[in-house]
């Protein structure tokens, strides 16, 4: 079992920027691939980025591309979110998710990941 748990979220103007923690406990944090998914009121939960397990490579959706930027540090069990120039359709729960597929198919969908987050509010307000 592996335990996530997401911090920073908040209340931010049109512009501004937060940094989403993600801390993992439970397993060897270096053997899954982490990512970020949001779901907005009414709306499906969606890919937002995800990174590789040691080397770092990383894959963002178009809608965040550009202005969001995510990280893992191995040492410290935690996979970050740096999200710059936010807007209001940035809005959702933003939730981590832990994979232990290997698979390249597989990193942009909910089914590809094995343990998740409770989630963090995120809103953007104009």
């Known amino acids: 079992q592996v335990q996530l748990v997401e911090s920073g979220g908040g209340l931010v103007q049109a512009g501004g920027s937060l940094r989403l923690s993600c801390v993992a406990s439970?397993?060897?944090?270096?053997?899954?691939?982490m990512g970020w998914f949001r779901q907005a009121p009414g709306k499906e939960r969606e890919f937002v980025a995800a990174i590789r397990r040691s080397s770092g490579r990383s894959v963002y959706a178009d809608s965040v591309k550009g202005r969001f930027t995510i990280s893992r540090d191995n040492a410290k069990n935690t996979v970050y979110l740096q999200m710059n120039s936010l807007k209001p359709e940035d809005t959702a729960v933003y939730y981590c998710?832990?994979?232990?597929?290997?698979?390249?198919?597989?990193?942009?969908?909910?089914?590809?990941?094995?343990?998740w987050g409770q989630g963090t509010q995120v809103t953007v307000s104009s």
């Open positions: 998710g832990a994979s232990s597929s290997y698979s390249g198919a597989d990193y942009d969908r909910m089914a590809g990941y094995d343990y």
């Open positions: 439970g397993r060897t944090f270096s053997n899954y691939r």
